[in-house]
């Protein structure tokens, strides 16, 4: 099954990369983890990186661009190594960027999910201080939501 895993900058999604692997392997699961954001190292053994192939920070330079366009312009020159990033795991952890319009919106992000297979699942994560009203007192915490797409 492919995992991609989305969400805001800073709502876990690396975090629940690396844990839900070591507990997937724990349990005899074959795991692959596959860094998406070409702006960050990640906090896991990623079996891809598509820091290989586009590091933002020498888009920037580059492209005298700012993040934000640096980003988009990275995940457009990783689009062109899509099918080196693909794993074959029985579960594949994609961690994407926390600006997740990149692979929602835009023609590359989509051309890097295209060559994913008929098991996939989405999960997305919301950091719950940017909640605004609190129903009965809950403790709102980070959450996933998660949504299995064929």
Same mark, same amino acid.
């Given at each position: 099954m492919e995992i991609f895993v989305l969400g805001c900058a800073g709502s876990g999604k690396s975090t629940f /990369? =690396?844990?839900? #692997?070591?507990?997937?392997? &724990?349990?005899?699961y074959s795991v692959d983890c596959v860094n998406l954001d070409p702006a960050s190292e990640p906090i896991y053994k990623a079996s891809k990186d598509i820091r290989q192939f586009v =590091?933002?920070?020498q888009v920037m330079e580059e492209y005298r661009l700012g +993040?934000?366009?640096? !980003? +988009?312009?990275s995940v457009e020159i990783a689009a062109n190594y899509a099918d080196r990033l693909k794993c074959?795991? &029985?579960f /594949?952890?994609?961690?994407?960027?926390?600006?997740l319009e990149l692979f929602i919106y835009s023609l590359a992000g989509k051309k890097i999910r295209r060559g994913t297979f008929f098991d996939l699942l989405y999960v997305y994560f919301s950091c719950g201080l940017n909640a605004h009203h609190r129903p009965r007192g809950? #403790?709102?915490?980070?959450?996933?939501?998660? $949504? $299995? !797409? $064929?």
């Open positions: /990369v =690396k844990n839900f #692997s070591e507990y997937l392997r &724990e349990k005899g =590091k933002t920070e +993040i934000n366009g640096a !980003l +988009i312009k074959s795991g &029985e /594949v952890l994609y961690d994407t960027p926390g600006q809950l #403790s709102f915490g980070r959450y996933a939501e998660c $949504s $299995s !797409l $064929s």
